[in-house]
C-alpha cells in the first residue's frame, strides 16, 4: 500500500514539471527605442512579458527570467552571447503586463550597438522581444539602438574656501564622474614681506567615486594653518594616471592681535605634544622647554619670525615622566605654560 502511495505522489510531482507553464504568449523591447549616451553613464532598457494566468495576476509572475542583451551588429539576438540580468520593474499595460528593466549603458565602451530582450518562463526556451510591440523579427519588431560616446570628464560645478578658526575648509561638488580616481589637495602660501609664493604643496588626498551621473559633495578641512594668505587647487586623477587641475581659490588669514603661547595637545601627552603661539608682530622668538627643577633640556625656536600663528612638535621620547615648563620669548614679552609626560 505505501509502494502504491510513493508512486502515485511521484506521478503527481512528475505530471506537475511536464505540465509547468514554459510558453509565453508576448513579449517585447518596451523602450526606449535608441539613446547616445558617453561612455560611464547609465541608460535604463525596459521590457514587458504577458504569459496567461501567471502575469495578469497581480506582482511578479512565477518563474519569469528576463535579460537585456546587446550586440555591436544588427543580427538576430538568438545569436547573441552578452546579457544582463533584469530586474523586475512592476505590472504595466492593459493585459496585466510584467515589466523589467536593466542598466544597459554602464558597462559598455565607446560604440555602436543594438539590444534587444530574452525571457523564459520556469527555465523553458528563450523568447526575444523587439521594439516596440512583440516579438522580435527584425522587421516590425526591431532591436533598439545605442551610440556611446567618449567618456564625460569630471564636472566640478563648484569649489570655494572658507576660513574658520585657524582652519581652511574647502568644499567643491562635481555634477558627473567617470573614472575619478580621486582629488590632491594642493596648496600655494603667500609670503608676508614680497609678492613671492612658493610652490604647490600636496596636503591631502580625497577618495572620487568612480563613475557617477549623480551630484557628489566633498570637503577637505587643512587644519592648524599659519596666518597668511594661501591658495587652494585640485588635482584630479583618474584610474589611469591623468590629471586636470581645478580653478585656484584663496583663503586669507589675518594675523593674530594679540601675543599668545597656547597650551600643548595632547597634554598629557606620549611621547609628542605639539606647542603653538600667535605672534600679533615679527619678533625674535626663543621657545624653551625646561625641567622641573629649571634647567632647559631643549630649544624648538630660536630666530626671527613674522607675525602669524605658527605650531612646533616636542619629541620627548628621550624624557622620563614628569611636569616640564615651556617658555616662549618675543621680543619684551615672555610666557609659560606646564606640559605632563606620561609614559
Known sequence: ??????YFIIIIVYSSVLNAQTNIDWCNLQ????????????????????????????????????????????????????????????????????????????????GNYY???????????????????G???????????????????????????????KSVKLNWKTATEVNNYGFEIL??????????VTDWEKIGFVNGNGNSNLPKSYSFTDRNVNSGKYSYRLKQ????????????????????????????????FNPTTTISYDLPEAANVKLTIFNILGQEIATLVDGFKEAGNYSVNFDADNLDSGLYIYKLQAGSQVQTKKMTLIK
Open 31 to 110: 523602450f526606449p527605442e535608441s539613446g547616445t549616451i558617453n561612455q560611464g553613464q547609465e541608460f535604463i532598457v525596459y521590457a514587458q512579458i504577458y504569459v496567461a494566468g501567471v502575469t495578469d495576476q497581480t506582482g511578479q509572475g512565477t518563474g519569469i527570467s528576463c535579460w537585456i542583451g546587446y550586440s555591436t551588429t544588427n543580427t538576430n539576438p538568438n545569436n547573441w552571447t552578452n546579457w544582463i540580468s533584469a530586474t523586475y520593474n512592476g505590472d504595466a499595460g492593459n493585459n496585466n503586463n510584467d515589466e523589467y528593466k536593466a542598466d544597459l549603458g554602464s558597462s559598455l565602451l565607446k
Open 135 to 165: 516579438f522580435w523579427d527584425g522587421t516590425n519588431n526591431i532591436s533598439g539602438t545605442l551610440t556611446v560616446g567618449d567618456p564625460m570628464p569630471v564636472e566640478l560645478t563648484s569649489f570655494s574656501a572658507s576660513v574658520i578658526g
Open 187 to 196: 596648496r600655494q602660501a603667500h609670503t608676508s614681506t614680497s609678492l613671492n
Open 115 to 133: 539590444y534587444a530582450s530574452r525571457f523564459s518562463i520556469n527555465s523553458g526556451s528563450y523568447y526575444y522581444g523587439g521594439y516596440p510591440s
Open 1 to 6: 500500500m505505501k509502494k502504491i502511495f510513493y
Open 237 to 268: 586623477i583618474d584610474n589611469d594616471g591623468t590629471f586636470e587641475h581645478s580653478k585656484i581659490v584663496e583663503a586669507d588669514l589675518g594675523a593674530p592681535t594679540k601675543f599668545e603661547l597656547i597650551q600643548n595637545y595632547p597634554n598629557p
